[in-house]
């Protein structure tokens, strides 16, 4: 069984920082791309950043030059630091992985509150 489980998240003032962490396990993830979405009150889902098991980053436009994600193959693990956090930052952060070969294999956490506020 697939799970992905997060934490980090939490509280912060605009310009701080955050670090949130992702576990995955139940299956090899060599052919996931990992990522994280978010989702603020009243919006709509949103892509934050994935990662490929290269390496290669793929950042929303809002969070470029901020976030920064990385990964650890051998611990299946995916980390998403976030620096110089604004208010419109918060969300509820959901961890994903899908599959690039079958994208019908795409797995959620269940998510993790970032509010940031003064």
């Known amino acids: 069984q697939v799970q992905l489980v997060e934490s980090g998240g939490g509280s912060v003032q605009p310009g701080g920082s955050l670090r949130l962490s992702c576990a995955a396990s139940g299956t090899s993830f060599r052919l996931y791309v990992l990522g994280w979405y978010r989702q603020a009150p009243g919006e709509q889902h949103e892509l934050v950043a994935t990662i490929t098991s290269g390496g290669s980053p793929n950042y929303a436009d809002a969070v470029k030059g901020r976030f920064t994600i990385s990964r650890d193959n051998a611990k299946n693990t995916v980390d998403l630091q976030m620096n110089s956090l604004k208010p419109e930052d918060t969300a509820v952060y959901f961890c994903?992985?899908?599959?690039?070969?079958?994208?019908?294999?795409?797995?959620w956490g269940q998510g993790t509150q970032v509010t940031v506020s003064s």
């Open positions: 994903n992985a899908r599959n690039i070969v079958a994208s019908t294999f795409t797995f």
